[in-house]
Antibody, heavy 117, light 111 residues
Framework: QVQLVQSGAEVKKPGASVKVSCKVSGYTLTELSMHWVRQAPGKGLEWMGGFDPEDGETIYAQKFQGRVTMTEDTSTDTAYMELSSLRSEDTAVYYC??????????WGQGTTVTVSS | QSVLTQPPSASGTPGQRVTISCSGSSSNIGSNTVNWYQQLPGTAPKLLIYSNNQRPSGVPDRFSGSKSGTSASLAISGLQSEDEADYYCAAWDDSLNGDVVFGGGTKLTVL
């Protein structure tokens, strides 16, 4: 079965960038559609973007366009999410998850990103 | 403010049946399927219901989903203490370039 293992917690200063990784096992990355979802402390889930197989491309939520980049390294079956120009409101747990559009059936354990001066 | 609207809280006693609603619009629930997630404290979300009313393998049949028009519901029968969690609805939204939209979440308390 698919397993997703994410990189460890990060502490960043405002204005910096963060790159979170998500290592796939049990399947190859090319067989999956990867999404990224974040959750601010005490808040709900927020979709950041993901691969839409119907369009064959990665779609970014409008809120994050220009600031987020999602990439994949198929040689290591690892997906990456990079968020730039960090601000305090970006402090959150970031999850990778696989599935079709809004149906995400496997999730990573989450990566805490703290933005603080 | 979330695109999909859920009540912030719900509660019930063990053995009871509770329902959680999720209201959207024609661009999301009205034209796409609804999914439900359960998030236990300190853990990643878990897919509970997909395609409006389908349960992934391993999800008890106490959990059921339904959809009508631009609204959906999650029902939990035979409520158990371990069902105490946050529940989120989600759907694809056809507006703009497409998005996954979530409800704000409902905290279920088992009294």
């Amino acid at each position: 079965q698919v397993q997703l293992v994410q990189s460890g917690a990060e502490v960043k200063k405002p204005g910096a960038s963060v790159k979170v990784s998500c290592k796939v096992s049990g399947y190859t990355l090319t067989e999956l559609s990867m999404h990224w979802v974040r959750q601010a402390p005490g808040k709900g889930l927020e979709w950041m973007g993901g691969f839409d197989p119907e369009d064959g491309e990665t779609i970014y939520a409008q809120k994050f366009q220009g600031r987020v980049t999602m990439t994949e390294d198929t040689s290591t079956d690892t997906a990456y999410m990079e968020l730039s120009s960090l601000r305090s409101e970006d402090t959150a747990v970031y999850y990778c998850a696989t599935g079709q559009r809004a149906s995400m059936d496997v999730w990573g354990q989450g990566t805490t990103v703290t933005v603080s001066s | 403010q979330s695109v999909l609207t859920q009540p912030p809280s719900a509660s019930g006693t063990p053995g009871q049946r509770v329902t959680i609603s999720c209201s959207g619009s024609s661009s999301n629930i009205g034209s796409n399927t609804v999914n439900w997630y359960q998030q236990l404290p300190g853990t990643a979300p878990k897919l509970l219901i997909y395609s409006n009313n389908q349960r992934p393998s391993g999800v008890p049949d106490r959990f059921s989903g339904s959809k009508s028009g631009t609204s959906a519901s999650l029902a939990i029968s035979g409520l158990q203490s371990e069902d105490e969690a946050d529940y989120y609805c989600a759907a694809w939204d056809d507006s703009l370039n497409g998005d996954v939209v979530f409800g704000g979440g409902t905290k279920l308390t088992v009294l």
